[in-house]
């Protein structure tokens, strides 16, 4: 099913005291709808965007509902809430559509604050046709609409050789504490009994990092997920207890999927490996106890990740970086342990997910290159890692860091039997410059993440 996304841009004024002037006001906004814009009928949407005021507001996390019906009701309803002055305020307003006046009725969009329930202020927006409509209509979307529980059922079909991962990555707001639960199927190429195991871990921003692990015991090919012992990873929802760790999670999905790899490799497993995210970016509620606290979250951001493959590569380097608004950037860099691969440089998998858009358009492009444009490049090492790359008109660098104290290594086998080592923080930094070509680079955005990244550096 295919839903649909677009762009819109208000301006207008908004007198909010009695006898004060008039204030200039901006609504930046994304409306996105779980089925194909028609006209004809009433459909309605999700806002998020950016509401500012003049000297009272600048809100870049408003939220609220559309409700289009430009011919059924004969009117499009905005009903927006967002913070000014540290005040909850909710914008409603509707454009009345009628045919005598068709251009200045979807244009105009007469409104009113409210404050608990009470008026606070009036005004008036208008969209701005000359520099306005194309951006706009750039902007519409037709999206797949997928559901992120359909990508947790198990894809391993009995081959031997095989190593199939549900991991989970989140931070508790509250503490800035990292966690992280790993679940893993690992099916030997001997053709010896597939087993499950893993492991959770706990990354306070100061002190020890402290982890358990769980199996390994034989797999029990559950339909739905995850499955061993005391541990389960089942559509939103996380549960285990190994040692002296104990968590109960419920994941609420917040976006759609994000394929770090193209889309196809993760239906047809041609490529050594694939990873993708059911919910690009998802929120935790409930408790994680590590042994020695037990933390209470409350809508911590975070992502589970899947991966279906042939085992780990020969180098690898992974980031997660949580963005806030509809941001995430999601990057695998590999070298491959296939004969003639492993002597190439890594190979950058990156998927930035920004203002309703993702980019690179197709995952391909980090990789490959296009149009006499190089493909991007990782430098991986540690405590310091970087990710390089350019399209044609946008660029990116990425500079990640793992500090020693705030880093667990892992040590683990792979189905043919070769050891591997992961090097993980779920308290990692990040910085991340986004530029854009306009004559010459200049910045579209830039992130800094202090100990809000997720990464990992691993090899075998």
């Not at 996304?5 to 609504?27: S, Y």
């Not at 959770?200 to 012992?229: K, L």
Request: hydrophobic letters at 40%.
């Amino acid at each position: 099913m295919r839903g649909t996304v677009f762009a819109e841009t208000m301006l207008g004024t908004v007198r909010l005291d009695a006898g004060h002037p008039a204030r200039r006001i901006r609504l930046d906004l994304r409306a996105e709808a779980d089925d194909v814009l028609r006209p004809h009928r009433t459909t309605a949407a999700r806002l998020t965007g950016r509401v500012r005021i003049a000297g009272r507001a600048d809100d870049p996390a408003a939220t609220g509902a559309l409700e289009i019906s430009p011919l059924a009701r004969r009117r499009i309803r905005y009903r927006l809430s967002f913070t000014a002055d540290g005040r909850t305020l909710t914008l409603d307003g509707w454009k009345s559509v009628t045919p005598r006046r068709p251009v200045r009725s979807m244009t105009v969009l007469p409104f009113t604050l409210y404050e608990d329930g009470a008026p606070v202020g009036r005004g008036t927006l208008r969209f701005p046709l000359a520099t306005g409509l194309a951006p706009f209509l750039l902007s519409f979307r037709f999206p797949v609409r997928e559901d992120p529980a359909e990508h947790i059922a198990p894809r391993w079909d009995g081959s031997p050789g095989r190593t199939e991962v549900w991991y989970t990555t989140l931070t508790d707001p509250a503490t800035g504490t990292g966690f992280w639960v790993h679940h893993e199927l690992t099916a030997p190429t001997d053709g010896s009994t597939p087993v499950a195991h893993g492991w959770a871990a706990s990354f306070p921003p100061e002190g020890e990092v402290r982890h358990v692990r769980f199996g390994p015991v034989p797999w029990s090919a559950p339909e739905d997920g995850f499955t061993t012992g005391d541990v389960t990873f089942v559509p939103r929802r996380l549960t285990g207890s190994a040692g002296d760790f104990h968590w109960d999670l419920t994941e609420r999905p917040l976006s759609g999927p994000l394929f770090t790899f193209p889309r196809w490799s993760w239906r047809r497993p041609l490529l050594p490996a694939a990873q993708m995210l059911p919910a690009a970016r998802a929120a935790y509620d409930g408790t994680f106890r590590d042994g020695e606290r037990t933390f209470t979250l409350r809508a911590a951001p975070g992502a589970s990740a899947r991966i279906n493959g042939h085992g780990n590569a020969r180098r690898w380097s992974w980031l997660h970086a949580d963005l806030g608004g509809d941001g995430v950037l999601e990057i695998v860099a590999a070298v491959s342990t296939r004969p003639g691969l492993r002597r190439l440089p890594p190979l950058v998998f990156l998927r930035l997910r920004h203002r309703g858009r993702t980019w690179p358009r197709r995952a391909e492009r980090s990789a490959i290159g296009l149009l006499g444009v190089g493909r991007f490049r990782a430098r991986i090492g540690l405590p310091h890692w970087t990710v390089t790359g350019r399209t044609l008109l946008r660029r990116i660098r990425v500079e990640v860091t793992q500090p020693a104290e705030r880093t667990l290594a892992l040590d683990y086998r792979d189905p043919d039997g070769a050891p591997a080592v992961c090097r993980n923080s779920e308290t990692a930094d990040a910085r991340i410059l986004l530029e854009r070509w306009w004559g010459h680079w200049r910045t579209e955005a830039q992130w800094t993440l202090d100990g809000t990244a997720h990464a990992e550096v691993g090899d075998r």
